[in-house]
């Protein structure tokens, strides 16, 4: 049996199952089938507006029966262009589909093996990425993975290269159940992955709700077309909601991911709120660490003075730390300030701004000189990631 007429097979099984399984009878599909080959219906389908027979098979769970997902299989890949699988996999996306285990592998692998292949430079700092992902931009989402990898699959992507978390959204979602948007006071509500049953705190989930602890960014797209996003910027997850009903009424938890634009908690070199400057080191590192329940009963926006005030905390400490001298080359901080304190700065170790809150272990506080030399130098992978070790030790 040839390729075409398997897949043809395949759809018709995948009928029979869909009547079988659920309370769905996709009657004009299977007419459809019994006219012509199960490859000419799916790519005349993929062209189309209609996704009834999609919408059903959300309501029923089951969107593992859909022609989407028979198409995206990789012994069928032959059979459709990447366009076209662009489309399936993004009608998949907007009904917050996951993905079987074995298509984020290959997924992951086919972005690492590309990579590797050296469409991406071993050069590729993070100061080009800084460059690269420039708010209003435009991409195709593949270009994306081919840069940095990361799953191509889902709305939520972890890179295992750089550290950053891509997020994907989108307005179609609304018709599955779900909505993504900005809240009046500037706080991007983004739902989390699963689409079967109650959502969980692993995967993509635990990295948004962890990241920066992770000492990772979160990098936001919106999709503007079939395969095309354009990025949004980079923001923080200052907390969560849970809720016990999607937007379709239908039960089940569902995790919403309440972001802020990094800009609203980056108060640049102001002053630490509610620490002294005779507070000791311990004490600094515990209001850092201390945090508080993402979870808890107050506004998003009270949240996002909360993380202000541990963004500014956290470079008062790794100053603190460093006692001016400059943590990466030894020497003393090359002058002092107007109120007589050493001039240092503070860079951040894992991510690709220097802004917001972060963990102890992933800030180094250091001279403008090594500050430059991080960023912008030949040797500035070598340079950070020998700063990254030091700070541990010290650390402990």
């Not at 002053?271 to 660490?289: H, M």
């Not at 800030?363 to 700070?391: E, G, M, S, W």
Request: hydrophobic share 35%.
């Amino acid at each position: 049996m040839d390729l075409k007429h398997q897949f043809h097979k395949a759809l018709l099984d995948t009928c029979q199952k869909t009547k079988q399984e659920t309370s769905y009878n996709p009657t004009g599909f299977y007419q459809m089938l019994t006219r012509q080959n199960g490859v000419i219906v799916a790519k005349n389908l993929l062209r189309g507006r209609d996704q009834s027979g999609l919408s059903r098979l959300w309501e029923e769970d089951r969107l593992d029966l859909s022609m989407e997902a028979l198409i995206l299989k990789a012994e069928y890949r032959e059979l459709f262009t990447e366009e076209e699988r662009e489309i399936a996999r993004q009608r998949l996306i907007d009904c917050n589909y996951t993905f079987p285990a074995e298509a984020e592998a290959e997924a992951e692998a086919e972005a690492e093996a590309e990579a590797e292949a050296e469409l991406v430079p071993e050069s590729f700092r993070p100061a080009d990425v800084a460059n690269v992902l420039v708010p209003g931009t435009e991409f195709r989402r593949l270009d994306l993975h081919l840069m940095f990898g990361g799953q191509r699959y889902g709305g939520i992507s972890t890179p295992s290269r750089y550290p950053f978390i891509m997020i994907f959204t989108g307005d179609r979602g609304e018709v599955y159940g779900y909505k993504d948007g900005w809240t009046d006071n500037r706080i991007f509500l983004y739902t989390g992955e699963g689409q079967e049953g109650d959502m969980q705190f692993i995967k993509g989930n635990k990295a948004i709700l962890e990241h920066v602890n992770d000492g990772k960014d979160i990098h936001l797209f919106e999709y503007v077309r079939t395969g095309y996003v354009k990025y949004i910027g980079q923001m923080l997850c200052v907390g969560y909601q849970v809720r016990d009903k999607d937007n379709k009424g239908k039960d089940r938890k569902i995790i919403v991911f309440e972001l802020t634009p990094i800009e609203s908690v980056d108060n640049g070199g102001t002053s630490i709120a509610n620490v002294s400057d005779d507070s000791t080191l311990k004490e600094l590192r515990e209001k850092v660490l201390s945090g508080f329940n993402k979870h808890a009963e107050m506004a998003a926006k009270e949240r996002v003075v909360l993380y202000r005030e541990r963004s500014l905390a956290v470079k008062q400490y790794a100053l603190k730390r460093a006692n001016g001298i400059c943590e990466a080359c030894g020497e003393e901080a090359p002058f002092k300030t107007a109120k007589g304190e050493p001039f240092l700065e503070v860079h951040h170790l894992r991510r690709l701004s220097d802004g917001g809150p972060d963990h102890p272990e992933w800030v180094a506080a250091i001279c403008p000189n090594c500050h430059r030399r991080v960023h912008y130098a030949a040797d500035a992978r070598d340079f950070n990631d020998k700063l990254t070790q030091r700070i541990k030790l010290l650390e402990g």
